[in-house]
């Protein structure tokens, strides 16, 4: 079966950086379009980044200029590269993918989250 394993979170203080990952394990036959959400308390799960399957990106308006994503299709990795962040980027960030696995079934996937603080 198909995992999603995120790493890489943590506390920051405000203008410091992070980066994110996001690894895919399992019978994967191939691997479209990944994203980066978040969600902050008592808020709603929001989109940040996502990545196509040919590397056409799209952010949300808040993180644009600060935030890049990437992805590694030799490892099945998925990365978040956070610069100059801010207290409000604090939340824990999901990574989610649309796989397609062994048997051909197109699913889509959630890992466990990773929580990022941005505080002095």
């Known amino acids: 079966q198909v995992q999603l394993v995120e790493s890489g979170g943590g506390l920051v203080q405000p203008g410091g950086s992070l980066r994110l990952s996001c690894a895919a394990s399992g019978r994967i036959f191939s691997i479209n379009a990944m994203c980066w959400f978040r969600q902050a308390p008592r808020k709603e799960r929001d989109l940040v980044a996502s990545?196509?399957?040919?590397?056409?990106?799209n952010y949300v308006d808040s993180v644009k200029g600060r935030v890049t994503i990437s992805r590694d299709n030799a490892k099945n990795t998925t990365y978040l590269q956070m610069n100059s962040l801010k207290p409000e980027d604090t939340a824990v960030y999901y990574c989610?993918?649309?796989?397609?696995?062994?048997?051909?079934?197109?699913?889509?996937?959630w890992g466990q989250g990773t929580q990022v603080t941005v505080s002095s």
């Open positions: 990545i196509s399957s040919g590397g056409s990106t």
């Open positions: 989610f993918g649309n796989i397609v696995n062994h048997h051909g079934t197109l699913s889509t996937y």
